[in-house]
Every structure is written in C-alpha cells, then in structure tokens.
C-alpha cells in the first residue's frame, strides 16, 4: 500500500495550488482519503477528508469554502485544490487512507504519503 502525494510549492497569498495522492498497491474503493497538513512547530492537523465511493467530503473549519477534495477512481488519485491560500496555510500536507468511516484524528489513518511541501508567501 503507497500513497505518493505531489503538487506541492510555493504560491503567493490568494493563489491556488492543486494536490494530488496517487494510491496504488491496493483497492481503495472503501478507503476514506484524508489530507492532513503540519506547519513547522506544530501539530499535524486534519484538512478535509473524502469517502471513496460515496462522495461525501469534510473539511476543517479553517479551510472550509477555500479548499475542495475531489476524486478520480479510475486513476485511484484523490486532489485538494486550495485557493484563496493564506500564509498559514502554509506547511507539509500528507495524505492518508483509512478504513471505514470518516475521522479526523491522524492516528485512525493507516497509510500514509510520504508528503508536499506548500509555502504561501504574504
């Protein structure tokens, strides 16, 4: 099970970003795919989260109407588009998979990408 996540970089304040986590190695089709983000300093803390096959998506409160989770099955790659990005924004953002329902603890997660470095400059 490997989760490769890229699209990462550096943008200025109000620009956009598109990650994506290709899976591979297993089916994901019950998988929960979550995004998570750590900025130096500080805990590594949920951003949105989608369930595969139902298309249901779940965001932090601080990312929520910026940041949209979506899904390409046939590729097995899950996407977080961000926009309107802030300088706290800033940070590694890891994506995971889980079985099951949705959580935003990270320790739930079971798999997990090795992570995309995003800067937003002010």
């Known amino acids: 099970v490997q989760l490769q996540a890229s699209g990462g970089g550096l943008v200025r304040t109000g620009g956009s970003l598109r990650l994506s986590c290709a899976a591979s190695?297993?089916?994901?089709?019950?998988?929960?795919m979550g995004w998570f983000r750590q900025a130096p300093g500080k805990e590594r803390e949920f951003v949105g989260a989608?369930?595969?096959?139902?298309?249901?998506?779940y965001y932090s409160d601080s990312v929520k109407g910026r940041f949209t989770i979506s899904r390409d099955n046939a590729k097995n790659t899950v996407y977080l588009q961000m926009s309107s990005l802030k300088p706290e924004d800033t940070g590694v953002y890891y994506c995971?998979?889980?079985?099951?329902?949705?959580?935003?603890?990270?320790?739930?997660?079971?798999?997990w990408g090795q992570g995309t470095l995003v800067t937003v400059s002010s």
């Open positions: 989608i369930v595969w096959t139902a298309s249901s998506t």
């Open positions: 190695g297993r089916t994901f089709s019950t998988y929960v």
């Open positions: 995971a998979a889980k079985r099951g329902v949705v959580v935003r603890a990270a320790p739930s997660y079971h798999y």
